[in-house]
């Protein structure tokens, strides 16, 4: 076999890899290791990060201000640090906005603008518009068989529905209590069951899902091949030129060549328990340790590189993007972990350490509070990096905790699994946590004196501009903080965990794999969690790991095409 591309992987940057350069005439074959495409792009909310793309610079009436590109490199080099290589910086400044053209003027990808803040709304340079998501379609729209595409987590479908927007997430979690969003959901789940008896499955494809069907689509109807079950086993390098691959497809050992480049985009290296405990802290990188990434991600790409001089980078503020998830018992791989996006944010809720006290704003993203906990719990020399979720009967009836979904779906089955902790008072739940029952009434009394008086004096919880969009509006005076007070109350041991990882291989402004002199390794480019962040370990706003990588998926083709960004 022979193309011009080779792309390895089949999450978000390695198909956009492969969009851009089938439109620019090239011929490419698109190889995936695991039975199903989309990566942990098909878990993700199918959001990007792409500061003055086109929707942020619209300017409609009420609308925030346009997006200003210097605002922009100001804000990245303050989260990049001094780890930010400013070319690369440069590169998805320009490109990022382009890519975002390109994608919706060529491929069936459409985005929609979100007032959505960045993540670090204290400085001057953040914004509420550079994060763009993902338009939903219905499968008769795609036209495609999707059972080859990875569905969403399926603990995170309701009675087997796909949940879209953020907007749309809210009126479920309000359906208990709200007459207009019980009528959202009930319509939502007619038409859900309705598609169940026409076509024996949900019809509607959201979210990450739909981005992923959205880029299978466009390399479909222009006759790229994707092929699943196509492990690579190594590179092939002829006269320096990394020019083509050894791929186990079907089991069948079959030998593809390259006649312009090899481009690198395997997910990174989140189940590569070797890597992880060379590059984790320790309390995070155990074998026991469990994240919501397939379990396919296991450093291909990086190791690939590696056998031909690549160089891994480990030059970054944060190894990986952390996220806070809990474990159900009994499940095995990412089916069993649960992400906390939501329920933490919300107010009634706090996080304790063992020892029953706070340490952190529960309200910060979710990068930067696992960054917390992991933190805290190395300063008192704990063996696993842990907390406690802890919500009263109003919080978790109003918002759910967990697994658990919100009142009036019951949650008793979680209680007697061991995954949902349920107490009629605090003091008996510290006793069932094995926390000091002192400590954590003290704990909760002081919390429930701020949520009255709306100032977090310990960690200015509710105090920003993310924050509070995370809180709840009528919850007066301060949108992030109820108090825990009325019975049963509840707690869900939630662990430092990660969707990605941002140490990876060293690149340049073109996405080409160096060595650790700086050399160019000609014909090989790596994108998405292969490559090392361009933000360097930060994660400045949601969809900060989609931007940069299909930012520079489309800088890699563009580049191997000999055209211009």
């Known amino acids: 076999m022979e193309a011009d591309v080779i792309v390895i992987g089949a999450g978000a940057g390695g198909m956009a890899a492969a969009v851009t350069a089938r439109k620019a005439g090239l011929d490419v074959v698109v190889l995936e290791k695991a039975d199903l495409i989309g990566g942990t792009t098909a878990y993700s909310g199918g959001v990007l990060w792409v500061p003055c793309n086109h929707h942020a610079m619209a300017s409609r009436p009420g609308d925030p201000a346009p997006d200003n590109v210097d605002a922009a490199r100001r804000y990245i080099h303050e989260e990049a640090g001094n780890h930010g290589d400013s070319a690369r910086i440069e590169t998805f400044l320009e490109a990022g906005p382009k890519m975002v053209a390109f994608m919706e003027k060529e491929t069936a990808v459409r985005f929609y603008g979100m007032d959505y803040p960045d993540y670090h709304t204290d400085s001057p340079n953040a914004s509420t518009i550079r994060s763009i998501g993902t ?4 499968i008769e729209e795609l036209g495609l068989d999707v059972r080859k595409i990875r569905n969403q987590l399926p603990q995170t479908l309701f009675l087997g529905l796909a949940v879209g927007s953020g907007v749309e997430m809210m009126q479920f979690m309000r359906a208990g209590r709200s007459i207009k969003a019980m009528g959202f959901v009930a319509r939502k789940l007619v038409k859900h069951f309705a598609d169940l008896l026409r076509y024996g499955e949900g019809q509607q494809l959201v979210r990450g899902r739909a981005l992923i069907a959205r880029l299978y689509k466009t390399l479909c109807e222009a006759g790229t091949p994707v092929l699943t079950n196509a492990a690579v086993e190594r590179l092939i390098v002829e006269d320096g030129r990394v020019a083509g691959v050894v791929t186990r497809y079907d089991g069948v050992e079959t030998v593809i060549h390259a006649r312009k480049a090899v481009v690198l985009a395997c997910g990174g290296y989140a189940n590569d328990l070797k890597r992880r405990l060379e590059t984790f ?26 056998n031909v001089g690549g160089h891994f980078s480990t030059d970054v503020a944060e190894v990986a993007a952390w996220e806070p998830c809990s474990v159900y018992p009994g499940i095995d791989g990412e089916a069993g972990v649960w992400p906390h996006l939501v329920d933490r944010q919300k107010p009634g809720f706090i996080m304790v350490l063992q020892n029953g006290r706070r340490f952190a704003d529960e309200s910060q993203s979710y990068h930067d ?7 805290a719990c190395e300063q008192q020399g704990y063996d696993e990096a842990c907390v406690w979720m802890i919500a009263d009967s109003r919080a978790a009836g109003r918002w759910g905790i967990g697994r658990a979904r919100p ?5 008793g089955s979680h209680v007697r699994s061991g995954y949902l902790k ?22 909760v009394a002081r919390f429930n004196g701020f949520a009255r008086s709306g ?30 007070e009325k019975g049963p109350f509840y707690a869900v041991k939630v662990h430092s965990s990660e969707i990605g990882t941002f140490a990876g291989l060293k690149t340049d402004v073109n996405a080409r794999v160096l060595t650790e002199a700086g050399d160019v390794i000609a014909g090989l480019y790596a994108v998405g969690n292969d490559q090392a962040s361009v933000f360097a370990g930060a994660y400045p706003g949601a969809g900060a790991t989609l931007g940069p990588g299909m930012t520079f998926g489309y800088v890699a083709a563009r580049h191997i095409a000999g055209l211009p960004l």
């Open 135 to 138: 338009q939903e379609l219905r």
């Open 407 to 411: 009142f009036p779906v019951p949650n």
């Open 422 to 443: 349920k107490a009629s008072s605090v003091g008996q739940l510290a006793r069932q946590l094995g926390i000091d029952e002192s400590q954590l009434v003290e704990t």
């Open 281 to 306: 802290p320790a309390i995070v990188a155990t074998p026991a340790h469990r994240n919501p990434v397939p379990t396919g991600n296991t450093g291909d790409g990086i190791r690939l590189a590696e």
């Open 369 to 375: 509070l696992v960054a917390r906990i992991t933190q």
């Open 455 to 484: 100032i977090d004096e310990d960690f200015d919880r509710g105090r920003t501009v993310y924050d509070k969009y995370q809180g709840e509006d009528n919850c007066v005076p301060n949108p992030c903080l109820a108090p825990l």
